[in-house]
């Protein structure tokens, strides 16, 4: 099984709504990586949470970890084309606390397709 | 300057031949990875390296070789060519300080046939 778990697997919207994903882990998080992927192409950094309850924001994409760090979600507001692509969350499992060197453990991935 | 270039970005190969993906860091990073991305399993880490001449193996080492001489390049070697190495291969880079992200290359197709 999974350490990173995601959901869901895929996610079809139209353009304009509200979307969530979401990346559950198995063990406390320290350090949870979201990237973003085109296909055909390599991983986007979006953004990185550190500490629990933590929430940052990027343009229309908000994401957040929960109080007891075993959970993430991202959520995109009003989606558009652009926003299309596999989302993947990534933590370094291994490491409690201190700094993280990038050895990463991936969850499977979300693939977004939004219609216009 | 392009930061991480992978090449070759595409390679068909034949099972049992020998194949080796070059990744190549311009930003003196001390730590690189090599991921595999296979469809339902999102990226696995075959190797890393945290220094010149420090490699150590990920979750998924079996038929692959690194090596690191130079702190700039990662090479990642199939010894002899399998089907279920079909796969798109990344490289990444690291800083190794505070909680920075994994900088990762545009990847690279093997199809083995």
């Known amino acids: 099984s999974q350490e990173l778990e995601q959901s869901p697997q895929s996610l079809i919207v139209q353009e304009g709504k509200n979307l969530t994903i979401n990346c559950t882990s198995s063990?406390?998080?320290?350090?949870l990586y979201w990237y973003k992927q085109k296909y055909g192409e390599g991983l986007i950094f979006l953004m990185m949470l550190q500490k629990g309850g933590e929430e940052k924001s990027h343009e229309k994409i908000t994401a957040k970890l929960d109080e007891k760090k075993q959970q993430s979600s991202l959520h995109i507001t009003a989606s558009q084309p652009s926003h299309a692509g596999i989302y993947l969350c990534g933590a370094d499992m291994a490491r409690a606390g201190g700094t993280s060197y990038g050895k990463l453990t991936f969850g499977q991935g979300t693939i977004l397709t939004v219609h216009p | 300057d392009a930061g991480i270039t992978q090449s070759p970005r595409y390679k068909i190969t034949e099972t049992g031949r020998q194949v080796t993906l070059m990744c190549h860091q311009t930003w003196s990073h001390s730590y690189m990875f090599w991921y595999r991305q296979d469809l339902g399993h999102g990226l696995r880490l075959i190797y890393y390296?945290?220094?010149?001449?420090?490699?150590d193996k990920g979750e998924v080492p079996d038929g692959y070789v690194v090596s690191r001489s130079k702190t700039e390049n990662f090479p990642l070697t199939l010894e002899s060519a399998t089907r279920s190495q079909t796969s798109v291969y990344f490289c990444a880079t690291g800083t190794g300080s505070g909680w920075t992200e994994a900088f990762f290359g545009q990847g690279t197709r093997l199809t083995v046939v």
């Open positions: 063990k406390t998080l320290y350090g």
């Open positions: 390296s945290a220094a010149a001449d420090i490699t």
